[in-house]
């Protein structure tokens, strides 16, 4: 299983960005997707997941800034964040949330570097 996830950059704070992850058709019709974040000198967390009905979780720290989404027709999930803080710079992850909860399949995630 390869995920990898791109679209980390530098961003000021207030800014936005979005972060793309791809997967194979297989792996992307038939799991819940998400993205988790590990910053420096701190454990992996969840950021959001999404079914593959559309329901979507959040963790409590990007509620109302992070949108998750997923397009069947490309077997891509997406990860939108407004309003970024200097808290949110983190190495992002997509996983499905089998493989985080199995902590396997981890890919190259994308770094997100919010600073002025």
Excluded: E, H
């Excluded at 800014?15 to 974040?37: D, E, H, K, P, V």
């Excluded at 000198?41 to 949108?67: H, N, P």
């Excluded at 808290?87 to 902590?103: E, K, S, W």
């Amino acid at each position: 299983v390869q995920l990898q996830a791109s679209g980390g950059g530098l961003v000021q704070p207030g800014g936005s960005l979005r972060l793309s992850c791809a997967a194979s058709y297989r792996i992307f019709s038939s799991n819940t997707m998400g993205w988790w974040r590990q910053a420096p000198g701190k454990q992996r967390g969840l950021v959001a997941f999404i079914t593959t009905g559309g329901s979507t979780r959040y963790a409590d720290s990007v509620k109302g800034r992070a949108t998750i989404s997923r397009d069947n027709a490309n077997n891509t999930v997406y990860l939108r964040m407004n309003s970024l803080k200097v808290d949110d710079t983190a190495v992002y992850y997509c996983n499905t949330y089998i493989g985080a909860r199995n902590d396997i399949n981890w890919g190259k995630g994308t770094l997100v570097t919010v600073s002025s």
